[in-house]
């Protein structure tokens, strides 16, 4: 199974990806040979992946740095790059390869301090693979001084390395790096691949990967997660039930309240499962002895992983809300398509009573009003506003219409 097959309806960014990886190979070997590179190549240094969420910018990315790194000897003769098999694709995909490595936002922004070891390592060689590749998963969320780290990086950058920042817009990303970059805009996959992907990939039997695909339009990650995970279905379920609680005062605050609880028990749950780990781990590497107190000097080093943890809590808890919040605004959606009678395909047919209610009691003018105030919320939660006061602030302008 190649690489290639985790990019739904991407055969475009797919085909050029691939061609690029295939220049990759001539680029090496003339370095190797002291020759010049050849005229006309596909690969460059810096990469930009855009596109709307669910598109798959991440997966696009690793994809194509697992096809960098393959060491597949059907290459010598000729095969595509990323046959998904070996050693330098597993790896490259799992996270784990020696010369891939990954940054993200633990919690609102990248800091320069995430930036500094991943930009020392980017003007190293590759210590096993062919290139020593640099993955940014949240480019927009590089503040000025890590922004600035990268620009350097990608402005001079080393013979043997390759940057991948992936972005919702090329507006995201400041003018000065994306210009340094080659741009590859991903589009929302069409429902039907989505479906087809869950039913081949994850067995999801096909009745429950169209609803998936149909109820998220098109975002694979979420798509997978309403296939397969119950839990998800059922907050799904309870999210869409939010509209017809808010006619009173007292219903508003209320679904707020249980909206806000919802995505910080999500949080909890992650930060069970990963916090208690990363803190032992850690103590081992300090040289704590079993249940024994840290060496002398560390207190510094356990104070900034709990800082990171903090953060991360924090991330994974507007995410969460960012999540349900896409859910409102696609049952509002609904609505507008049945108060203007489109032949839009409706998402949420598992909502309908819900959605005809709603649609014979307000207009196209108050469901569009909904629609901003949601868009609202989620602006105010990317700018750190307080996530109860943003979500009651919302549900009482659901309530106004």
């Known amino acids: 199974m190649s690489v290639w097959d985790d990019l739904v309806g991407q055969e475009k960014v797919s085909a050029t990806l691939e061609a690029a990886a295939r220049d990759a190979d001539a680029l090496v070997t003339a370095a190797a040979a002291d020759q010049p590179p050849p005229e006309a190549s596909k690969m460059t240094h810096a990469w930009l992946f855009t596109g709307p969420p669910g598109a798959g910018r991440n997966q696009a990315a690793r994809a194509f740095a697992a096809a960098l790194q393959c060491v597949s000897p059907d290459r010598v003769l000729g095969g595509t790059p990323g046959c998904g098999f070996c050693d330098g694709c597993h790896t490259a995909l799992l996270g784990t390869h020696a010369d891939v490595s990954s940054v993200a936002a633990v919690g609102a922004e990248i800091l320069v301090k995430d930036m500094r070891d991943t930009v020392r390592k980017s003007y190293t060689s590759p210590a096993t693979g062919r290139w020593q590749i640099i993955l940014v998963e949240d480019a927009e969320r590089l503040n000025e001084k890590s922004a600035n780290a990268v620009l350097k990086a990608v402005e001079e950058p080393a013979p043997r390395t390759v940057w991948l920042l992936c972005a919702p817009s090329i507006e995201d990303v400041l003018p000065t790096i994306r210009s340094r970059c080659r741009h590859l805009n991903l589009r929302t996959p069409p429902v039907a691949a989505v479906a ?114 903090k953060r991360r809590r924090t991330r994974t808890q507007r995410d969460s809300l960012d999540v349900a919040l896409g859910d409102l605004t696609g049952f509002y959606r609904d609505v507008l398509a049945l108060q203007l009678g489109s032949r839009v395909a409706i998402a949420n047919e598992d909502a309908e009573d819900a959605l005809q209610r709603i649609a014979g009691a307000g207009s196209p003018e108050s469901t569009l009003r909904r629609i901003e105030a949601i868009a609202a919320c989620r602006d105010a939660l990317d700018r750190n506003v307080a996530p109860l006061l943003a979500v009651e602030a919302m549900t009482m302008a659901l309530r106004a219409g």
């Open 196 to 309: 087809d992907m869950l039913v081949r990939r994850d067995g999801v039997e096909p009745e429950v990967a169209a609803a998936a695909a149909r109820a998220t339009q098109g975002h694979v990650d979420r798509a997978r997660r309403l296939a397969t995970d119950p839990e998800a279905r059922r907050r799904r379920a309870s999210v869409l039930k939010l509209p017809l609680r808010v006619e009173e005062v007292g219903g508003c605050l209320k679904a707020a309240q249980e909206l806000v609880d919802a995505a910080a028990e999500d949080a909890k749950q992650l930060a069970e499962e990963m916090d208690g780990k990363e803190t032992d781990e850690l103590k081992a590497a300090l040289g704590a002895a079993q249940g024994g107190r840290l060496p002398r000097g560390t207190a510094g080093v356990m104070k900034d992983l709990e800082d990171m943890q």
